[in-house]
């Protein structure tokens, strides 16, 4: 377990729908950022939350958005899905040592 | 702008054998250089900091600045080091905007 948890695990959903992933950071981490993973794109970055504050911003499309609560959780809002969006999603937390990685969550769009 | 390149998609070599991922990156300011690994697209584990220049797994890096370069060795590979690799980056500065930037990623096979 890396101390980071998000959820769910798996999602499948068809065109046009919405779905909402969460992340937990890790005990401590104040920053949470987002990566999607797909076979042709590679990770790319999305977008980065700290303190509850967005930070940076990366490859993230306008159908996407995301928020870091005041416990710090964040969620990843993926609206009118498209085929294209089915990738792994995964959140990462940090401090100035470096990242650890939740396990993803898995999503397909049909 | 920063960038990171992994030139091999694929690498295989047989048990025994020694390996190199490579990674070159483009970065105008001082880097951070990490190395991950990637089981059956699982969770990312980080291999190596250049910072902390330590060997995990047998796996050493080396940061060249000259060559900008942070290639991954390891002189004898098992099977079990089969896996995706990735080389990330991130500026060394303070502040708290400090993505990885991720190279393409190499998928390492190990023959027995």
């Known amino acids: 377990d890396s101390g980071v948890t998000q959820t769910p695990k798996h999602l499948i959903t068809a065109t046009g729908q919405r779905v909402t992933l969460r992340c937990s950071p890790r005990?401590?981490?104040?920053?949470v950022y987002w990566y999607q993973q797909s076979l042709d794109q590679g990770l790319q970055f999305l977008i980065q939350?700290?303190?509850?504050?967005?930070?940076a911003k990366g490859n993230i499309l306008e159908r996407f958005s995301a928020q870091q609560f005041p416990d710090l959780h964040s969620e990843l809002n993926l609206s009118s899905l498209e085929l294209g969006d089915s990738a792994l999603y995964f959140c990462?937390?940090?401090?100035?040592?470096?990242?650890?990685f939740g396990s993803g969550t898995r999503l397909t769009v049909v | 702008a920063q960038r990171v390149t992994q030139p091999e998609k694929l690498l295989s070599v047989f048990k025994g054998a020694p390996v190199e991922l490579k990674c070159n990156y483009s970065y105008s300011g001082s880097p951070e250089l990490f190395w991950y690994v990637q089981y059956s697209r699982q969770r990312l584990q980080l291999l190596l900091r250049h910072i902390s220049r330590e060997s995990i797994k047998g796996f050493t890096a080396d940061l060249n600045k000259g060559e900008t370069s942070f290639h991954l060795k390891k002189p004898f590979a098992q099977e079990e080091d089969s896996a995706m690799y990735y080389c990330?980056?991130?500026?060394?500065?303070?502040?708290?905007?400090?993505?990885?930037?991720f190279g393409s990623g190499t998928q390492l096979t190990v023959l027995p």
């Open positions: 005990s401590g981490d104040l920053s």
């Open positions: 990462a937390s940090g401090t100035g040592s470096g990242y650890t």
């Open positions: 939350y700290y303190n509850g504050e967005e930070r």
């Open positions: 990330a980056l991130r500026p060394l500065s303070s502040g708290s905007a400090r993505q990885l930037t």
